[in-house]
T-cell receptor, first 111, second 116 residues
Framework: TQLLEQSPQFLSIQEGENLTVYCNSS?????LQWYRQEPGEGPVLLVT?????EVKKLKRLTFQFGDARKDSSLHITAAQPGDTGLYLC???????????FGAGTRLAVHP | DTGVSQNPRHKITKRGQNVTFRCDPI?????LYWYRQTLGQGPEFLTY????????KSRLLSDRFSAERPKGSFSTLEIQRTEQGDSAMYLC??????????????FGPGTRLTVL
């Protein structure tokens, strides 16, 4: 059982559609980060959320941290083929420095 | 220096051989992390350094694995007597040591290891 559960595992949509991916846990995280990873490359940091209830927007991407800091969501508006990739959430527990990752959501956006 | 670099990008080796990977972090970052990622999974933490001190090691890091950061700059990860189960992407990340929850980790492109 993973400490961070991501859903859905796979998502295949048409260009222009909206989507939401989820990252859930029973543990409280001091911070949570979202990354996007292309095949054969390392994860690229998209955003860090720290405060419960925090909402951050990055162009068409909206990130939310749950009030209890146990869950997070990523919403993409009007998806584009360039959004295709593996979306990973990663959290830090307490004062620990290591990141705990979910298994990821693989998104495919078709033209 | 615009990011974390890793070498080699790909390594194919035969079972039982030793391999060594190198990571060069972002120059002002004093923390350096190693993760391993297998197919269909997210990265898993292996170990991290603050300057030259290795501060935490995962139970995943068997005694065949050793990591060093001798001068607090680049780091090496060595795997001795490789096994097929070691086949994975080995990722390096770096971060600053201050900033609390905003100690964001930036990843390199990874080294893909294939053990035949």
């Amino acid at each position: 059982t993973q400490l961070l559960e991501q859903s859905p595992q796979f998502l295949s949509i048409q260009e222009g559609e909206n989507l939401t991916v989820y990252c859930n846990s029973s543990s409280v995280f001091s911070s949570l980060q979202w990354y996007r990873q292309e095949p054969g490359e390392g994860p690229v940091l998209l955003v860090t959320v720290v405060t419960g209830g925090e909402v951050k927007k990055l162009k068409r991407l909206t990130f939310q941290f749950g009030d209890a800091r146990k869950d997070s969501s990523l919403h993409i508006t009007a998806a584009q083929p360039g959004d295709t990739g593996l979306y990973l959430c990663a959290g830090r527990l307490g004062g620990y420095n290591k990141l705990i990752f979910g298994a990821g959501t693989r998104l495919a956006v078709h033209p | 220096d615009t990011g974390v670099s890793q070498n080699p990008r790909h390594k194919i080796t035969k079972r039982g051989q030793n391999v060594t990977f190198r990571c060069d972090p972002i120059s002002e970052h004093n923390r350096l992390y190693w993760y391993r990622q297998t197919l269909g999974q997210g990265p898993e933490f292996l170990t991290y350094f603050q300057n030259e001190a290795q501060l935490e090691k995962s139970r995943l890091l068997s005694d065949r694995f050793s990591a060093e950061r001798p001068k607090g700059s680049f780091s090496t990860l060595e795997i001795q007597r490789t096994e097929q189960g070691d086949s994975a992407m080995y990722l390096c990340a770096s971060s600053l040591a201050w900033g609390g929850a905003y100690n964001e980790q930036f990843f390199g492109p990874g080294t893909r290891l294939t053990v035949l």
